[in-house]
Nanobody
Framework: QVQLVESGGGLVQAGGSLRLSCEGS???????MGWFRQAPGKEREFVAG???????YYADSVKGRFIISRGGPRTTVYLQMNKLKPDDTAVYYC??????????????WGQGTQVTVSS
């Protein structure tokens, strides 16, 4: 059974940075991993993903500002978020599956971590 635990959320001013972490347990070292977010009243949306070969994918809204990467044992994935905007405010979720997809059809999900960007 795969379990994912996010951390690193918080309150930051616009223009600032945060780094989210997702620690996975189970046999996920060969899985694709991704980050999604959901703002109040909106649908959950793809933010970034990293494939088993470490190719990275980004939503247009975060390209050039966010960076997804894996930790050394490949059971941890990070999301470095720079130049944050109030529109980035959301609950951020980590996900894992065999391949990266920009849909929400991933097999495993974390519980989410709140990111709030003040103007």
């Amino acid at each position: 059974q795969v379990q994912l635990v996010e951390s690193g959320g918080g309150l930051v001013q616009a223009g600032g940075s945060l780094r989210l972490s997702c620690e996975g347990s189970g046999h996920i070292s060969t899985y694709a991993m991704g980050w999604f977010r959901q703002a109040p009243g909106k649908e959950r949306e793809f933010v970034a993903g990293i494939g088993s070969g470490d190719k990275a994918y980004y939503a247009d809204s975060v390209k050039g500002r966010f960076i997804i990467s894996r930790g050394g044992p490949r059971t941890t994935v990070y999301l470095q978020m720079n130049k944050l905007k109030p529109d980035d405010t959301a609950v951020y979720y980590c996900a894992a599956d065999i391949i990266v997809t920009m849909t929400t059809k991933w097999d495993f999900w974390g519980q989410g971590t709140q990111v709030t960007v003040s103007s």
